[in-house]
T-cell receptor, first 116, second 110 residues
Framework: DGGITQSPKYLFRKEGQNVTLSCEQN?????MYWYRQDPGQGLRLIYY???????QKGDIAEGYSVSREKKESFPLTVTSAQKNPTAFYLC???????????????FGPGTRLTVL | GQQLNQSPQSMFIQEGEDVSMNCTSS?????WLWYKQDPGEGPVLLIA?????ELTSNGRLTAQFGITRKDSFLNISASIPSDVGIYFC??????????FGTGTRLTIIP
């Protein structure tokens, strides 16, 4: 089945440790995105990538890093510099990353990160 | 920055009732998306609108893109228990990034 997978569903880490969240898509989409969601809040954009080997900061990129070495993969690293990392992280992808028309984004199931 | 105002923030209704929620912006936009998020899951696209005045249905859901291009509403008719969740509006402001509303949380009272 085509879709977006995120793993793991739940992740626990000690404070001060870096952690990498996985996002894989087999939809052949060019663009991929990472969002953060806090309880009772909307989605805030962390990083996005329109094409392989290229990515841009979103609205809240501080304390995060990404890579886009393959079209189907867009891992997010939450570094120890992120002051409040506990949140629900959502990955999304869309067909085309540029242009004026919005291309519908499709979301993965999310990873809930808890930093102890 | 750009902002979408989504209302109401939460709704408590009885099964079988109709639901209406909306999003407004001070800016004009060309696209409108409505998503639903179940607890602990990623948002799922419900309806996409691309033209001012467009009215689109998806089963019991109906959404319209306002004529002024600054607002949109989503209606759910005859609500059922699986309608529970958070509904988000989203649009873009001329770039490749989507901006999301703060969501409307729907709860169905037994």
């Amino acid at each position: 089945d085509g879709g977006i997978t995120q793993s793991p569903k739940y992740l626990f880490r000690k404070e001060g440790q870096n952690v990498t969240l996985s996002c894989e898509q087999n939809l052949n989409h060019d663009a991929m995105y990472w969002y953060r969601q806090d309880p009772g809040q909307g989605l805030r954009l962390i990083y996005y990538s329109q094409i392989v080997n290229d990515f841009q900061k979103g609205d809240i990129a501080e304390g995060y890093s990404v890579s886009r070495e393959k079209k189907e993969s867009f891992p997010l690293t939450v570094t120890s510099a992120q002051k409040n990392p506990t949140a629900f992280y959502l990955c999304a992808s869309s067909i085309a990353g540029g242009g004026k028309r919005t291309d519908t984004q499709y979301f993965g199931p999310g990873t809930r990160l808890t930093v102890l | 920055g750009q902002q979408l105002n989504q209302s109401p923030q939460s709704m408590f209704i009885q099964e079988g009732e109709d639901v209406s929620m909306n999003c407004t912006s001070s800016s004009i936009f060309n696209t409108w998306l409505w998503y639903k998020q179940d607890p602990g899951e990623g948002p799922v696209l419900l309806i996409a609108l691309y033209k001012a005045g467009e009215l689109t249905s998806n089963g019991r859901l109906t959404a319209q893109f306002g004529i002024t291009r600054k607002d949109s509403f989503l209606n759910i008719s005859a609500s059922i228990p699986s309608d529970v969740g958070i509904y988000f509006c989203a649009t873009n402001f001329g770039n490749e990034k989507l901006t999301f509303g703060t969501g409307t949380r729907l709860t169905i009272i037994p």
